[in-house]
């Protein structure tokens, strides 16, 4: 039932980049609505990690970028490191009548 | 300190009924809107439901008239009643503090900021 979708999974090497991107419509990131990101650690519960596309949350590491343009949004991950080795989910506000809070399908990021 | 602590899960049978609990601590549940959100087993997230402070209720399609979100602002504490449950409901469930965050140009709302832990439903005969 996602309405946004995001890659299955990405991969980078220990200091490397990797960007995930977050594709939505008209009704939700392209109506203006901002898009907020969450980590999650194998086995816990999710994470504010970017809210309103580009901010972080107190005690997120810089490392963590957020962005967007359009109908989409990315995060980014500078300088990879085994610890964010995660499911990464967007999330954002959609207009339509079948839903409200909308998130993403989820991005398994694995640290080779 | 926040700390959202859910309970209730548990299994139940379909067609059966259950009520979750988030209790809070650190924030006060009346002044800011809280979701439930669930992850089934190794699916992603899903939005389940908000209460606003103003006491409006929204749902996903797939709970509606089934579910009903309410809070005891003496106890401080979010329910979730899940009635006529099926097996897709089966999953982790999550109590959210909703954000609010503004700067001098823009404010920053719908989102999640603090999560609980989760708890099991498992619906199954």
């Known amino acids: 039932q996602s309405v946004l979708t995001q890659p299955p999974s990405m991969s980078g090497a220990p200091g490397q980049r990797v960007t995930i991107s977050c594709t939505g419509s008209?009704?939700?990131?392209?109506?203006?609505?901002?898009v907020h990101w969450y980590q999650q650690l194998p086995g816990t519960a999710p994470k504010l990690l970017i809210y309103?596309?580009?901010n972080r949350p107190a005690g997120v590491p810089d490392r963590f970028s957020g962005s967007k343009s359009g109908t989409s949004a990315s995060l980014a991950i500078t300088g990879l490191q085994a610890e964010d080795e995660a499911d990464y989910y967007c999330q954002s506000y959609d207009s339509s009548l079948s839903g409200y809070y909308v998130f993403g399908t989820g991005t398994k990021v694995t640290v080779l | 300190e926040v700390q959202l602590v859910e309970s209730g899960g548990g299994l139940v049978q379909p067609g059966g009924s259950l009520r979750l609990s988030c209790e809070a601590s650190?924030?006060?549940?009346?002044?800011?809107?809280m979701s439930w959100v669930r992850q089934a087993p190794g699916k992603g997230l899903e939005w389940v439901s908000v209460l606003y402070s103003g006491g409006s209720t929204y749902y996903t399609d797939s709970v509606k008239g089934r579910f009903s979100i309410s809070r005891d602002n003496s106890k401080n504490t979010l329910y979730l009643q899940m009635n006529s449950v099926r097996a897709e409901d089966t999953a982790v469930y999550y109590c959210?503090?909703?954000?609010?965050?503004?700067?001098?140009?823009?404010?920053?709302?719908?989102?999640?900021?603090?999560w609980g832990r989760g708890t099991l439903v498992t619906v199954s005969s």
């Open positions: 650190g924030i006060t549940v009346s002044n800011d809107y």
């Open positions: 008209s009704s939700n990131i392209g109506a203006g609505y901002d």
């Open positions: 309103g596309n580009k």
């Open positions: 959210a503090r909703g954000g609010n965050d503004c700067t001098s140009t823009h404010c920053y709302t719908w989102y999640f900021d603090f």
